[in-house]
């Protein structure tokens, strides 16, 4: 079945760096999709990604949907306490498809 | 603010028992809502798609007699965990597409945590 890997699993980092992790997929996604999720809370859409190659920015926070439309990556610059929770990347076929998640990054900041 | 809201936020029940929980989409109608399931340090697991108007679409594995689906009006769907046991313990969370909204890409609800005694 369709399949999504996340690296790294986890990361701790100190508050002002630079934070990047990446997403690959064993199928195409027309749709890639950046979530975070907070504990006990449900995922927030950070970032979606439309086409290949398409680079967005969400403030300090900046995602790529591979060529191949089989990863993408995201980067979070300058890291605060707020960002930490886990990142979920996910894969849509089409509009009103299911959401296909990968098995997060969970970030950890250090002040 | 919120574009999905559940309810409860969280339940308690005892082994055996029904369990019922709604998701609404507020200031849109969602013809598709889709229902997921999360345990503890795992990602999120499609359970069904719920259909208005028609029959839920179950996922490889999710038994649909268990868990019931209801997409009664295009603003509701519930899940209904019949005769739940600890093992179903777990966090559900609906999502639906919002027509407007970053093109039809689907927002979550806060989820609901349920622990089966």
């Known amino acids: 079945g369709q399949q999504l890997n996340q690296s790294p699993q986890s990361m701790f980092i100190q508050e002002g760096e630079d934070v990047s992790m990446n997403c690959t997929s064993s199928s195409i996604f027309n749709t890639w999709l950046w979530y975070k999720q907070d504990p006990g809370e449900g995922p927030v859409l950070l970032i979606a990604l439309y086409k290949a190659g398409e680079l967005t920015s969400n403030g300090r926070l900046t995602a790529q949907f591979g060529i191949t439309r089989k990863d993408s990556f995201l980067n979070i610059s300058a890291s605060i306490p707020s960002d930490v929770g886990i990142y979920f990347c996910?894969?849509?076929?089409?509009?009103?498809?299911?959401?296909?998640f990968g098995p997060g990054t969970s970030l950890s900041v250090i002040p | 603010g919120a574009v999905v809201s559940q309810h409860p936020s969280w339940v308690i029940c005892k082994s055996g028992t029904s369990v019922k929980i709604e998701c609404r989409s507020l200031?849109?109608?969602?013809?598709?809502m889709f229902w997921y399931r999360q345990f503890p340090k795992q990602s999120l697991m499609l359970m069904a798609t719920s259909n208005e108007g028609s029959k839920a679409t179950y996922e490889q594995g999710v038994e649909k007699d268990k868990f019931l689906i209801n997409h009664a009006s295009l603003t509701l769907s519930t899940l209904t965990v019949t005769s739940a046991h600890p093992e179903d313990s777990s966090f559900y969370i609906c999502?639906?597409?919002?027509?407007?909204?970053?093109?039809?890409?689907?927002?979550f609800g806060a989820g609901t945590r349920l622990s089966v005694l």
């Open positions: 200031d849109f109608q969602a013809t598709t």
């Open positions: 999502s639906a597409p919002h027509p407007q909204l970053a093109k039809n890409i689907q927002y």
């Open positions: 996910a894969g849509m076929k089409t509009s009103y498809d299911k959401v296909i």
